[in-house]
């Protein structure tokens, strides 16, 4: 079909097979290449919507594609990598999750949920249902969010890494040999150092005092440390989406309240400290005084969360997370909250439209600073020089 044209040539294939499979005898296609505005910089996004009929009665399908970049330039990622990831996430761990949720007889309203995946996936491309059909969206970058979004991003995150605890403890063959092995494949070359510089010398400039010179002097502390924690496996580790922030959750929203969220995008995941992603939720998606007002209650949800959910599998927290090692580690890995939140800045804060991101290398890519990001990366400055970290 004609409207197939604007895909790659195995992302054709893969749709075809999947209107085959569903026996259309007539259809139509629309096809929408979805703007993302910068927040996306590993594949070209599109929402496929086919309506039909079949022999026995009127058919439509809504599918939400994704296409693999090629990166020509940037090295900081590996994308073959990566698409292997989300399709072991969508092909493999999401029906592990479904079954071990359906032996322990959760209630729907408490699952840990994933969108339906399509099998004509491939290391190309990635087909799932599109959520925005049934009522999810997403925040864009310069949206605030309210407590209630906060509050289910981190019950979700919990509940993920309980998961990982379960599959540990009842499947253990395979978590050696298909978990464990998931590394963090970032790769912190000059390209991406030097424009972690850029983005820390511009945070600088907006101080004249004594901590302009402070996050001077912490840029070698961070490229030093933040690959170290990225790649740690010598604390209690466990999946990891390694990419949590609000642009990657889906919510749906009722009469202006977030009622149910459904984490996205699993490019980036590995096994490591699962500390790593509540900080990054939480200090990239808050600011300084919806900090002081809820941290501490979040990160007790997230215990609370991960407590309760494990007792679904008979499992005690204390037997694979004891509340005492989650606390010294949360307090020995602060700064994490710090550094990864300077590195994402790039991506939070790229242009809306119009970048190659094929061809572009992280020092080429535009780092386009608001006032939005003044104030959020002030309030989380000054967190840190408080803190005594800074």
């Excluded at 409207?3 to 259809?27: D, G, R, W």
């Excluded at 925040?139 to 605030?144: F, G, R």
């Excluded at 002097?217 to 490229?223: A, D, S, T």
């Amino acid at each position: 079909m004609e409207a197939l044209q604007v895909l790659k040539p195995s992302s054709q294939e893969s749709v075809m097979k999947l209107i085959e499979k569903t026996n259309f005898i007539q259809y139509d296609m629309v096809i929408k290449c979805l703007d993302v505005n910068g927040q996306n910089c590993l594949g070209k996004l599109y929402e496929i919507n086919i309506k039909g009929k079949t022999i026995e009665c009127d058919k439509e399908i809504n599918i939400f594609l994704k296409e693999k970049f090629v990166l020509k330039t940037m090295t900081f990622f590996d994308t073959d990598q990566l698409y292997a990831n989300e399709l072991f996430m969508y092909k493999e761990i999401s029906r592990i999750f479904t079954s071990l949720q359906d032996q322990a007889n959760i209630p729907p309203e408490d699952r840990y949920k994933l969108p339906r995946f399509y099998d004509e996936s491939n290391n190309e491309v990635i087909i799932l249902e599109n959520l925005c059909k049934k009522g999810f969206r997403v925040y864009n970058k310069n949206e605030s969010v309210s407590l209630k979004f906060v509050d289910l991003g981190v019950q979700a995150m919990a509940k993920l890494h309980a998961l990982s605890f379960v599959i540990e403890n009842k499947m253990p063959k395979f978590f050696e040999d298909k978990i464990k092995v998931l590394v963090n494949t970032m790769n912190f070359d000059e390209d991406i150092c030097e424009t972690v510089r850029n983005v820390c010398e511009y945070v600088a400039n907006l101080y004249e005092d004594e901590t302009k010179t402070k996050i001077k002097n912490y840029v070698p502390v961070l490229l030093d440390k933040l690959p170290k924690y990225l790649r740690d496996k010598t604390n209690i580790s466990t999946i990891c989406h390694c990419d949590y922030k609000k642009y990657n959750i889906m919510v749906r929203i009722i009469n202006g309240d977030p009622v149910e969220v459904m984490p996205v995008d699993y490019q980036l995941i590995d096994y490591g400290c699962p500390i790593r992603d509540l900080m990054l939720f939480l200090f990239s998606t808050t600011d300084q005084q919806f900090r002081k007002k809820h941290l501490n209650d979040l990160k007790e949800l997230y215990f609370e969360t991960l407590s309760r959910f494990l007792k679904y599998f008979d499992m005690d927290v204390e037997t694979v997370y004891p509340r005492k090692k989650f606390e010294k580690i949360y307090t020995e890995w602060l700064d994490f909250g710090l550094m990864i939140t300077l590195l994402v800045s790039i991506v939070l804060y790229a242009p809306d439209t119009g970048l190659d991101f094929e061809n572009l290398s992280f020092k080429q890519f535009p780092f386009c600073p608001n006032k939005t990001f003044d104030h959020v990366i002030r309030g989380l400055i000054d967190d840190y020089v408080q803190w005594g970290i800074l």
